[in-house]
């Protein structure tokens, strides 16, 4: 089918940046790492295109065929953001738990999956029975040996070229702590021992440039509503061959080629496709194209240095509060996004949150945040650090991002100080 792009209808919308986000006056939303607000260019991209909304893949009329085009575009684009190769594919998931997923059921037979202890359950969970889980370790340096150990182990003894596959598989940036992984550096371990590595960015995207060709990765996955696009969007970028190797994650229509009379009779699509089935998410794609083309056009390096600020200010403050105590893995200068999580001495972490967000208007993040091992770990760190004896068995954490301001850093520690 021939596509061709049809105009859309003019429509007046107030004069505001792409990077703005949304939100409700007198609220202050400081839970960015489990959902991010929206994006003024993913909102203006779905309303843009809402009029045309029509089947994708799957018309030939004027609605249809805009669609499609904007899906496959919104592919390109992503695909493009994230530095894919010429032969990777991009498919689009729900979210990064849905990708992970997706390659998990895409390994090869035999295949090792190793990890660490302090993964979000997205990249604790997916793999098969057998995988490598590393302790969590003291650093970024600590890590890099320790995988360079587990890799060696792996091989010793094997013969190159005709070994299991091996695929590390760790995260960017901790979701409980907000610090950086060494990705590129574990990227080059696992080039040494000829194994693959899958980044979960779900937290890193958000916050700094992520380029698969520059970090030597194989796959990496981000979620829509982490990155200002809140439409239920994810994506999986990466190596075609396992990925066409493997039967459909979901299987039915869009994902074949043939469907004979006979129940066996198939043939499935190679490409995205392959694991695209059913009416995509048309929204999700387009509106996280627009996230990314907005970032692409952005000073990356201004956003960055205004978030780092933001965030020296957010944990100069709570280091100043005796009676609350940051969580870490790494060491107190290790590089960070904009996450701290800390706990309140003597007080159940859920019943804060609760009065922050009655009294305050302040949301945060209670719990154990999908990271139970390293969260359980850290907080267990935190009571030996301290010397206190009462800290509660969960944790709060305070995440930043576009829109966020010292008022609203200032804000929380206000009332953190009240809670002492």
Known sequence: MTLTLVPPPVTSRAVAGPLDVLGVPGQINLDYAATAPCARAAADAVAELLPWYASVHRGA??????????????????????????????????????????????????????????????????????????????????AVRALDAALGELRRGGTPGRELPVLVAVTGASNVTGERWPVAELARVARRHRARIAVDAAQLAPHAPVDLRALDVDYLTVSGHKLYAPFGAGVLVGRADWLDAAPPYLAGGGATSHVGAATHDVRWATGPARHEAGTPNLFGAVSLAAVCTALAGADRAALHDAEQALLARLRDGIAALPHVVELRTFGPDAPRVGIASFVVAGRDSADVAAHLAAHHDIGVRDGLFCAHPLARRL????????????????????????????????????????LG
């Open 379 to 418: 907080l267990a760190e935190a009571a030996g650090r301290s010397g206190r004896r009462d800290l509660p068995p969960t944790a709060l954490r305070a995440s930043i991002g576009l829109g966020s301001t010292e008022e609203h850093v200032d804000r929380l520690l206000a009332a953190l100080a009240t």
């Open 61 to 142: 009329g004027a609605l249809s065929r805009r669609c499609t085009l904007a899906y496959e575009r919104a592919r390109q684009t992503v695909g493009d953001f994230f530095g894919a190769r010429a032969d990777d594919h991009v498919v689009f998931t729900r979210n990064t738990t849905d990708a992970l997923n997706l390659l998990a059921r895409a390994l090869p037979a035999g295949a090792t999956v190793v990890t660490f202890g302090g993964e979000h359950h997205a990249n604790l969970l997916p793999w098969p029975r057998g995988s490598v889980r590393l302790p969590v370790p003291d650093g970024p340096a600590e």
